[in-house]
């Protein structure tokens, strides 16, 4: 055992969002990240502060000062700063749902939602040109390089359309596996935002719960 | 006095629709992707005066009937090459709509084809392509 009467320090950075299985035992190494002497920290690490229980639903909250009250616990006299956030949400999660989200779509789910993607992508474009008028301009354009009239400018409207799709991957940056540089696609950006934005929420959603719960207790 | 009032009028609208075309660019993102694309930050002046004298030609084109002269091959070649930078730019313009943008997301994330974007979005892009061709060589299913 340690020594405890001397002035020795921990940092504690508590995490802001724990993934945990139902059951499961709760160390301060799962909750948050724990600086000072090697040996200390193996043993502060070891401490545990909570299990998670069955009424706790979907989530839980762990506030900081339960974590400094479990090493104080051990260590009367350890000075403790911490830094991180005030609560801890476990997340708590079912096996069930996780197996569902590793396993692969089904090919032919897959070739339907593109086939969806691609008809009805197929089918803005028309009623884009529809609604724009964009066969008269494409007349008129011909019409002032070539000097004749032509009800249908071809030349100008196939290399058009080819147009549109290189547009396209310009603006993405990739077409099916190929890349054209390094960056980011605004597709990905897009996509992080999102999944950010219902992380978040949901996030939310479940301390919010967590903290009712956690008030009818006491 | 009629003659002040539809100067004025026309001048409002001219204010009004330029702004509007301007604020269009801006919303899609579509020319810092562009300059992002080529590396060009340094040429945004040049951009800028591009798009407004191109803007300007528009207007021209629209309001004054003239023909470019008759110059063996080069009015197909510059048929040719109009059509293809058309299409890019609506190309961009579409890829930056938001249909694509905000809605594949939570496509894909409600489906859970997180990992078939690729595939998803090729066969968006390969269907605006097609549709615009069908909807040009078939002229007669629609009129």
Do not use: C
Not at chain 1, 81 to 94: F, L, N, P, Q, R
Not at chain 1, 173 to 194: G, Q, V
Not at chain 2, 72 to 100: H, K, M, Q
Request: glycine share 6%.
């Amino acid at each position: 055992m340690l020594d405890k009467g001397t002035k020795e320090e921990v940092f504690l950075r508590v995490k802001r969002v724990v993934r945990a299985e139902p059951n499961q035992r709760l160390d301060i190494k799962d909750l948050s990240e724990v600086v000072s002497e090697d040996k200390l920290k193996e043993e502060i690490e070891k401490i545990r502060v909570k299990e998670v229980v069955k009424e706790a639903g979907d989530s839980m909250i762990i506030t900081a000062l339960e974590i400094i009250g479990a090493i104080k616990r051990e260590f009367p006299e350890l000075r403790i700063e911490h830094i991180g956030e005030a609560d801890v949400i476990i997340d708590i999660e079912k096996n069930s749902k996780k197996n569902k989200h590793q396993s692969s779509p089904p090919r032919l789910y897959v070739i339907f939602v593109s086939l969806i993607l691609f008809l009805g992508s197929a089918m803005a474009i028309m009623n884009f040109h529809a609604d724009v008028g964009m066969g008269p301009v494409h007349q008129r354009i011909y019409q002032m390089i070539m000097g004749v009239s032509n009800q249908e400018p071809l030349l100008l409207q196939v290399p058009y359309s080819l147009g549109i799709a290189i547009g396209m991957i310009i603006f993405f940056n990739r077409f099916y596996k190929y890349k054209i540089d390094d960056d980011p696609t605004p597709l990905e950006i897009e996509m992080y935002l999102y999944e950010n934005k219902v992380n978040e929420f949901s996030l939310a959603q479940k301390s919010k719960r967590a903290k009712q719960i956690k008030k009818g207790k006491h | 006095m009629k003659r002040i009032f539809l100067i004025l009028l026309g001048l409002a609208e001219g204010v009004i629709v330029g702004m509007a075309l301007v604020a269009f660019l801006m919303v899609l993102d579509v020319i810092p992707r562009l300059i992002r694309f080529t590396s060009t930050k340094s040429k945004i002046r040049l951009y800028q005066s591009v798009i407004l004298i191109g803007a300007l030609i528009g207007i021209l084109i629209d309001f004054y009937d003239f023909a470019l002269p008759n110059l063996f091959f080069l009015n197909e070649l510059l048929v040719v090459l109009s059509g293809l930078f058309f299409g890019i730019f609506v190309g961009l313009v579409a890829g930056a709509l938001t249909e694509v943008l905000k809605v594949l997301p939570i496509l894909s994330r409600r489906l859970g084809l997180k990992d078939e974007m690729k595939l998803m979005l090729s066969a968006i892009i390969l269907g605006k392509a097609l549709g615009s061709l069908v909807y040009w060589l078939f002229p007669q299913i629609w009129s």
